[in-house]
Each structure stands twice: as C-alpha cells, then as structure tokens.
C-alpha cells in the first residue's frame, strides 16, 4: 500500500493518522478503529480499557520527574462523518480513504477526511508510544459516535480516571482556545385543540423565503423565524378581521431556525379585503425590520371558492395565538464572559395542528444550566396555565466557563513563548463533549484546541500539515510544563 503521508513531520503522528484512514469508522461504525487502538496499547504494555460501546481508556504511567503532578485527560472521538461526492463509489463500510497530500494540506479524494476528530486520536497514539516525553499520568480518552449525539461520552465510565485537567483535541483551529460550550435540551409544548364545521372563503397563507440556519450556530444573527413571523401576522389579522384557522405548520427540525411556514384560513367574504391589506402592511414591516439580516421574506394570501371546512375552536385559536405571542423566542442573553457569544437562546423549529392538539417543539440552548432551566421553567408554566402540557428529550449538559483556570493560563503561556502571539478565548453556543465529560469529573479544567481544518463534514475536509506539526509540538510542550 502506498504511504502518501511519508516523510512528513511528525513521523509518528501522521504515520498513525495514514493508519486510520485505511480503517472504515464512521460514526456507529467504531469497533475495529477502537480495537486498532487498544492493540497499540496493548503492545505497549499500557493499561486500557475498552467498554461494550468501543470507547477506549488507555493510561500512559507519568514520566520520571511527574509521579506528585496531578494526572491530565487527553480526549477525542473515534468515530468521523462519512459524507462522498454525488459521483463517487466509495463505500464506507470497507473501502480505505484515497488520501493525498495538497501543497500544506491532506485531503480524501471524493469523501470526508476524517481529520475531525482522526488528527486527535493520532497524536494521542503518538504522544501514548513515545518514551521520550516528560508529562503527567495521562489518560487518554477515544470516545466514539460524537458526531451522532455524543454517545460515546454519554455511557463511557471515567471512575478510574483521576485527571484534574482536560485537553480535548476536537477543534479546528489553531490559535484558539475553546473554553466553554452550551448544554441544550428539546422541548415539545402539546395544547389540546378542539375543531367544528363551518363555511366560508378558504384562504391560504404562506410566509417563505426565509434564510434560516442552525439554530445554535446562526441564532445571534437575528435572522427571521416564520413560525414567530405566522404568530404576528395571525394576531394581527384577529385584530382588524374574522378568521378561523383551519390548519398551521412549520418547520421539520427543532435545531433549524424555520424558513417557511404555512396556514390555512376560513374567512367571511366581507373580511377578504380587510385582510389582504393587513397582510401587505404586515409584509412591508417586517421586510424592513428585516432587511439586512433577511431580504428575501415573502409573504402570499390566496383566496379560494367558498366551501366547507372543519375550523379551530375560538378559544382554541386565541390560545394558540397567544402562545405565539407570548413564549420566548432567540437570544435571550449574551455572555458576560466571553464577547459575542450567545448566552442562553431557543428556537420553535417546529410548529403544527393536528387533529387533537398543536404541538411547538423548541431547541433550547445555555452555557448557564440555571438559565436554561429558567428558560424550560417559563415554557411549562405558560402550556399548563392555557390548558396544555409538555416533554422533552435530548437533554445535554452545558459546559460552563471557569473564570479562573490554570490551564487556560498555561496554555496562553506556553503559546505566546511558542509562537509570539496570543490564543484566542472562544466559546461555541452547541454542545461538544467537554461538557458530559466535565459532569462527570466535577471541578476539572478543561479547554479545547485543534489544528486548523477545513471544511469538516464535506468531501472537501481538509487538515494543515504545519498547523498539525505546531499544534503537536504544543501538546507536548504542555504536557512537559505541567510538573507538579
Ligand atoms: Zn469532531
């Protein structure tokens, strides 16, 4: 087989990472790369330990000079995102990745790389069989299907592990320094609805053209919402006009900010014109309120023959417009720590009438555990004083900014000797697994690096071989200061 990563510095790092790529592991697809691991460990006479999920534990004793320093966690995932061209034939389940090398970059031709998070779990090997590296106990932990929900993290056991600092090596680039992620829960309002007969003009009402986004990553953009956008418009018709709702839905994903979202509507004819002119008022508003962030809004109000159809029960519909109006919506703080990060938030991605009850799912996300409960805490109240109830699934833990670390220090020190500039402090408003992990090692200072990558989860994945080389030698670096 050829060894297009030969030659290229440092040896051992990239020797490993090569073998990896030849290793399929995409997330639910772990067992042989954990198995590849522990084998290392294994030959190396390391303590480890493999768990039924795959997630893998290996120990490297402390150096001469270390045994009093208090033992560091290196951590990344296992498992990569397996994405392909349209054109090509490669097959995940047993096909090696055709990589090559670009000028400073490494590539896989037609798919994913897998550099997220297969950079980490090669250095960790790297840094695991060389004797050379003064360093702390070090546990090194491989956890697997990240990319699918944290899973790995989610059931490892880490009682044996007695780190008290924690380097994890998911990010994507260099010079950065995450330091704090949100926590994040999904939560399902359900109102009892109640429907009768009546006749009028049916109308169909469609806002769309909406830009939309990832409800963690694009949320501070202030983008519209067309759920919250049908929740003004409908109060604002009920206002100047007689309507019925006669069905409403938007939205298919709690974590996507909705871009279009439609009702339909039963109308008196004499209120036809009433409401039309309301909805152009109402489009013009919000095309400049929206303006900058959201040119493209768009809003139709078509009116169709006079039939029959089975309507909301008023009540019901107030309720329904009321909850619109009233349940929080976007940012609802941003850090005090950390400059332009988002705080706590939360999304209605999702919104629909069905035959017995209308259903709001939101993504709610914190990097403060107390505001986001505030935030759950407001939403029960609201749905159970109307009449209507709630669930929730996917709850995750947030990963709270410590504003005294030593680690964070050392890792600011050892960077501006290393390279004369200064590591930036970030934080992501989504969850990574510092956050499970830092709930099952109270009080443990953690921080997030990586080399620079491009393009994660694309075929067009790529990952620097000098940023790669910097950020090991970093690592290791770290690693050497951290005596006593
Ligand atoms: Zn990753």
């Known amino acids: ?140 932990v491989f956890t697997i299907d990240e990319e699918v929900g944290m899973e790995g993290a989610a059931g490892i056991d880490l009682s044996m592990c007695r780190s008290r600092y924690l380097l994890n090596l998911d990010s994507e680039e260099e010079g950065i320094m995450l330091s704090s992620c949100a926590g994040g829960v999904r939560y399902d309002l359900q109102l009892p609805v109640r429907y009768a007969k009546a006749k009028g003009v049916r109308a169909d009402l469609v806002i769309s053209g909406l830009k939309g986004g990832h409800s963690g990553a694009e949320i501070d953009k202030q983008r519209a919402n067309a759920n919250i956008l049908m929740g003004r418009l409908l109060f604002r018709l009920d206002l100047e006009g007689d309507y019925s709702l006669i069905s409403l839905e938007g939205g298919s994903k709690d974590n996507a900010i909705t871009r279009t979202c439609r009702a339909e509507l039963l109308v008196d004819e004499e209120a036809v014109q009433t409401l039309e002119k309301e ?92 505001r986001k409960k505030l935030l759950c805490d407001k939403l029960e109240y609201l749905i159970q004083f109307l009449g209507g109830d709630f669930t929730f ?30 590591m930036q402090v970030q934080a992501i408003h989504a969850g990574l697994e510092c956050g499970i992990i830092g709930k099952k090692l109270p009080g443990i200072d953690m921080v997030s690096i990586g080399p620079d990558m491009k393009d994660i989860h694309t075929p067009q994945e790529r990952l620097s071989i000098s940023s790669t080389a910097r950020t090991y030698d970093f690592v290791c670096e770290v690693l050497k200061r951290m005596q006593n």
């Not at 050829?2 to 790092?13: A, H």
């Not at 045994?67 to 097959?91: C, F, R, W, Y």
């Not at 670390?405 to 020190?413: E, G, M, P, T, V």
């Open 279 to 370: 909805t152009a008022d109402f489009l013009a508003e919000i095309r400049n309120e929206y303006q900058t962030v959201d040119p493209d809004i768009d809003i139709t109000l078509e009116f169709k023959t006079a039939q029959q159809a089975q309507i909301l029960n008023p009540l019901d519909q107030e309720k329904v417009i009321f909850l619109l109006m009233q349940a929080p919506y976007g940012v609802q703080a941003m850090s005090t720590d950390i400059e332009g990060l988002v705080e706590t938030s939360l999304n209605l991605g999702v919104m629909r009438l069905t035959e017995d009850h209308f259903m709001m799912r939101y993504s709610i996300r914190s990097c403060i555990n107390s």
């Open 393 to 422: 699934t996917g709850d995750y833990p947030e990963w709270e900014y410590k504003r005294d670390s030593n680690f964070r220090a050392l890792l600011a020190d050892v960077y501006e000797e290393k390279y004369g500039s200064k």
């Open 1 to 140: 087989m050829n060894n297009r990563l030969e030659g290229l510095q440092p040896e051992r790092v990239f020797y490993y990472f090569e073998e990896l790529t030849r290793i399929p592991h995409g997330s639910g697809n772990t067992k042989k790369i954990s198995d590849y691991c522990a084998d290392m460990a294994k030959a190396h006479g390391l303590e480890y330990y493999q768990d039924e999920l795959n997630n893998l534990i290996i120990i490297k004793p402390a150096s001469a000079g270390y045994a009093e320093s208090p033992a560091v966690m290196l951590q990344g995932h296992l498992d990569m995102v397996n994405e392909k061209t349209d054109e090509s034939a490669h097959d995940f389940s047993k096909d090696p990745l055709d990589i090559d090398v670009d000028g400073d970059w490494i590539y896989a031709h037609d798919t994913t790389l897998g550099g997220d998070d297969g950079i980490a779990v090669a250095m960790m090997l790297a840094i695991l069989e060389d004797q050379s590296l003064a360093h702390p106990r070090l546990e090194c």
